[in-house]
């Protein structure tokens, strides 16, 4: 008995060893598995609601507003806890694009910036240039696989149909550029204060990787810098 005792208190020693070396991991890894169940129990039913070829706009916006009300109530009773963003993630608005699952982390830390194409007007470069001197130390921008908008800017139909969407999809590259050319973001990214990615997403694995620009493209002087690679 006194064996028992003894290998249970060196399993309870060493469970408080690990716990206090690496428990804000283990308790990390072992939230976003439960939030992946959650995403698991939900995604496959089809059929439940949002079912858009069968109602009507109103009785989707019904639901929308049901639903709202349930995850509403739910956050009353266990407040999230509030943080300052550190990072900006400019994405296309594709409905694909999970944020919190390409950042692997449901906490607020992030801003987040869906835009059709993942297209910069300057309102939105004033935008990301507001959140870096509030605090933002990383500027993630993302273009993705199987994007419509890039779609249409190939199709002959459609590019007559959407010719703005057309001609902000052509100046994507420069408007990128323009961001970096500002010259606060400039001296923020010299200064090691700033770092900016422009990242490639697998739409169906949301894994990001450095994105691949085509030259001939960009404007003679679009530099490479250090911090877009």
Known sequence: MKKVYLAGGLLALAGAAIWAYAGDEIQFRLGGAMVNVGYRLQDPIADYDFAHHLLTPPQVWEQFMRQNQMASSVRQQWPRTSRHPVVAMVTCMDSRLDTNEIAGDTRRYYYVLRLAGSVLSVKEEEMLELAAD???????????????????????????KYPNLVKSIEERDLRFQEFLDRPNVKEKTAAGKLMVKWMDLDTQTERVAPHVRAGARLRPNFAEPESFR
Do not use: L, M, W, Y
């Open 134 to 160: 509030n605090g933002v130390e990383v500027i993630v921008f993302t273009t993705h696989t199987d994007c419509a908008a890039e779609k249409a800017s190939k199709n002959p139909a459609q590019r007559a």
